[in-house]
């Protein structure tokens, strides 16, 4: 990765798959944002509200689950929000091509409300109309 992170965590991934301690998240999946997308990285960030709100878009039917996780190897700002779309990393977001490790699984975090889930699904899609790009 380009250069040092100055963030020592804990840090959390949502999703609906159900893992269990000691697992690994590994990149080489379909993008929750861009189906036709196999990603080359992980993401993570350090927000455990940041990470229930990936819980709360990821595809799938299952139930939402944040994880907090310990990047296995080096990692680096998310190019997709930083600077992109917000200057610095105020979203704390990373990425990683190593995997993650489950170290614990978190409940208390802020959970979207069924409206506030539907407005953000809307704003994806409507994202995914312009076609914008991921940087993967």
Known sequence: MTEQIQ???????GTKA????GDYLN????SNYRPN?????????ALKDGASL???LARGEGE?????????GDFE???NVTDKKFPGNPTRSYRSAYPLKIVAEITDYKRLTDEERESWKRNLEAGTKRDEDIIN
Do not use: C, K, S
């Not at 159900?18 to 301690?21: A, D, K, P, S, V």
């Not at 997308?37 to 960030?45: A, E, K, L, S, W």
């Open 27 to 30: 990149p080489g999946f379909r």
């Open 77 to 79: 700002d998310d190019p």
């Open 18 to 21: 159900e893992l269990q301690i």
């Open 7 to 13: 963030e020592n965590g804990p840090f959390y991934h």
């Open 37 to 45: 997308v196999v990603m080359n990285h992980i993401y993570f960030t």
């Open 54 to 56: 990936a819980a709360a």
């Open 64 to 72: 939402e689950h944040v994880y907090q996780v310990e990047p296995t």
